[in-house]
C-alpha cells in the first residue's frame, strides 16, 4: 500500500487560497526589454603605452636616475596589461611618460649650465677647441 501513494501529495488548501499552478514565466527577450547590466558591447582595449625605449633613451642619454625609474614605471604598465588591470596600466603609462619627461628636461638643462660654466668660467678650453677646429 506504501507504494501506491508515493507519486501522490495530498494538497491542504485555505479557503482563500488558489492552488498553485506550474506555468513557467514569460520573460520578454527583446533587448530593450533587458536590465542594463545584461546590455553590454564588447570594446576592444588598446594597451597603454608603456614607454620603454623612451626610457632607455633617456637613461643613456639624459639624467639615468630618473630614466632607471622611467624604466621601472614602464615594466609596471606590461605587468598591468599581461593581467588585464586597466586602470593600473594607464596610471603606470601616465608615471612612465612623466618620468621620461623629467629625465629628458634634467638631462637637458644639467647640460647647459655645464657648457654655461665651461664657456663664463674656463675660456680657455672654449678657444683650445676654436683653434683647433679653424685651420
Known sequence: MQNQ???EAEVH???????YHDDPPQYDTEPEA??????????RRYPPKDYLVEAILVTFFCCWPI???????S????????????DRAEWGSASARRCVCASFW???VI??????????FDPKI???WVDEMLP
Not at 75 to 86: C, E, N, P
Open 5 to 7: 501513494y508515493a507519486n
Open 13 to 19: 488548501l485555505l479557503d482563500d487560497q488558489e492552488p
Open 34 to 43: 533587458l536590465p542594463a547590466i545584461q546590455r553590454f558591447t564588447l570594446e
Open 67 to 73: 630614466g632607471i625609474a622611467a624604466i621601472l614605471m
Open 75 to 86: 615594466s609596471y604598465v606590461a605587468r598591468a596589461v599581461s593581467i588585464g588591470d586597466w
Open 106 to 108: 634634467t638631462g637637458l
Open 111 to 120: 647640460n647647459l649650465v655645464m657648457a654655461i660654466y665651461v664657456v663664463i
Open 126 to 128: 672654449v678657444h683650445e
